[in-house]
């Protein structure tokens, strides 16, 4: 089976999507800043990274909100991924073509995504709080966090809410590229 990880970009100073989150602003105020490294601009380097996240991936796994502002608002209802995705929501949500709902917990999409992706990887990415309930249940095997050279200030920090457990990690490799400081971890019990 493949690995599950979670992929989130990130301020130096800890927030996640810019504040007043939007279909306007998808990405909160000057929330766009956090992925230059991916989107505008990019470095060889940059996108090499972004190109090895889908290299093995065969299910993503993102949150309602990321769906309806950035997927339904920006992409225009086309599915940026190039494999199947769940969105995890508790409310009813038409989805287009490529998204799949999921409203029985993080849980259920992690068993609905290993059967869609088999061997492959599983992308676990934004928002904030999808990728904290999964670190808080302890649902992964790698965390790669992109951390952009910005202090935004204000918005939605990665880990504001309280995690009740102890996580130990440990590195498996720091890439530092222009446009970003990519660190991949992995659980120290893995």
């Known amino acids: ?108 999409a992690l068993s609905q995504a290993k059967i869609i992706a088999k061997e492959k990887d599983i992308l676990v990415m934004g928002g904030a709080g999808v990728v904290q309930q999964f670190l808080a249940a302890g649902l992964f095997d790698e965390v790669h966090i992109h951390i952009a050279p910005i202090l935004l200030g204000k918005g939605t920090r990665l880990f504001e809410k309280e995690n009740n457990r102890v996580v130990e990690l440990t590195k498996i490799k720091v890439i530092e590229t222009p446009g970003a400081t990519h660190l991949f971890l992995k659980p120290a019990d893995k």
């Open 1 to 108: 089976m493949g690995k599950v990880f979670l992929s989130i970009t990130m301020s130096l100073d800890g927030f996640v999507a810019g504040q007043e989150i939007s279909q306007e602003n998808p990405m909160g105020i000057n929330g766009q800043l956090l992925h230059k490294w991916l989107f505008a601009g990019k470095q060889k380097e940059d996108e090499a990274i972004a190109i090895d996240m889908f290299k093995n991936c065969g299910a993503v796994i993102l949150g309602s909100r990321t769906y309806t502002t950035a997927i339904d608002g920006v992409w225009e209802s086309q599915s940026p991924f190039p494999v199947p995705a769940l969105v995890l929501s508790s409310r009813k949500i038409n989805v287009t073509k490529g998204f799949t709902v999921v409203s029985d917990g993080i849980q259920a």
